[in-house]
Nanobody
């Protein structure tokens, strides 16, 4: 049984920081990449960032978060992180982590929700102005 559990969301003022965590359990994820997505009320779920378990050379970010967010992983803890700095009210959303097979990830399909097969339950991030 594959499980992804996010945590770390909350309420923060604009300009503040939060660190989200996604703990994975189940079969080995070495043939996967992990992504973060977010969904604001009334909007579609959108890509935020992604990283493979097996290398640091193929990390990707949405343009809207480049320079502010950093994705990282701790393989020993089966955990992926999203460090979010300089938060803006537009960052308010439910944030989800998900897993993507490397076969799709390396074909640049990491951007699409349909490439991800397992999802967490989400964690709410609210940024006040």
């Amino acid at each position: 049984q594959v499980q992804l559990v996010e945590s770390g969301g909350g309420l923060v003022q604009a300009g503040g920081s939060l660190r989200l965590s996604c703990v994975t359990s189940g079969p080995t994820f070495t043939s996967y990449a992990m992504g973060w997505f977010r969904q604001a009320p009334g909007k579609e779920r959108e890509f935020v960032a992604a990283i493979p378990w097996s290398d640091y050379g193929n990390i990707h970010y949405a343009d809207s978060v480049k320079g502010r967010f950093t994705i990282s992983r701790d393989n020993a803890k089966n955990t992926v992180y999203l460090q979010m700095n300089s938060l803006k009210p537009d960052d308010t959303a439910v944030y989800y982590c998900a897993s993507c097979p490397l076969s799709l990830y390396y074909r640049s399909n990491y951007y699409y929700t349909s490439s991800y097969d397992y999802w967490g339950q989400g964690t709410q991030v609210t940024v006040s102005s």
